[in-house]
């Protein structure tokens, strides 16, 4: 049974730092993209950051360049770095995972099957 915890969220203030965390279970052997969803009040979840086995990394517009996602597959963890936040970037964080789609399809979130509760970020400007 996949499982997908989340942990290090919080509130901050604008232009501060977040390192989010997945822990996971479950995924075993399965080369499966994993991922960083978020989503904000009253709006559609959207992808933020994928990494795939090879480690090649897909980022949504909005946080390129302030953003890192990355794995340590020993420890079954994947992480999401945060520098120069927004007020925009303020919402609920979901980790995913699933069968890698293609490139273009990489951030929408229907192509993930296996979703954590979520750790909520809040921005303050």
């Known amino acids: 049974q996949v499982q997908l915890v989340e942990s290090g969220g919080g509130s901050v203030q604008a232009g501060g730092s977040l390192r989010l965390s997945c822990a996971h279970v479950?995924?075993?052997?399965?080369?499966?993209?994993m991922g960083w969803f978020r989503q904000a009040p009253e709006k559609e979840r959207e992808g933020v950051a994928i990494?795939?086995?090879?480690?090649?990394?897909t980022y949504a517009e909005s946080v390129k360049g302030r953003f890192t996602i990355s794995q340590d597959n020993s420890k079954n963890t994947l992480t999401l770095q945060m520098n120069s936040l927004k007020p925009e970037d303020t919402g609920m964080y979901y980790c995913?995972?699933?069968?890698?789609?293609?490139?273009?399809?990489?951030?929408?979130?229907?192509?993930?099957?296996?979703w954590g509760q979520g750790t909520q970020v809040t921005v303050s400007s």
């Open positions: 479950g995924l075993g052997y399965r080369r499966y993209c």
């Open positions: 995913a995972a699933d069968y890698c789609p293609i490139n273009d399809y990489r951030l929408m979130t229907s192509r993930y099957g296996y």
């Open positions: 990494i795939d086995p090879a480690g090649s990394t």
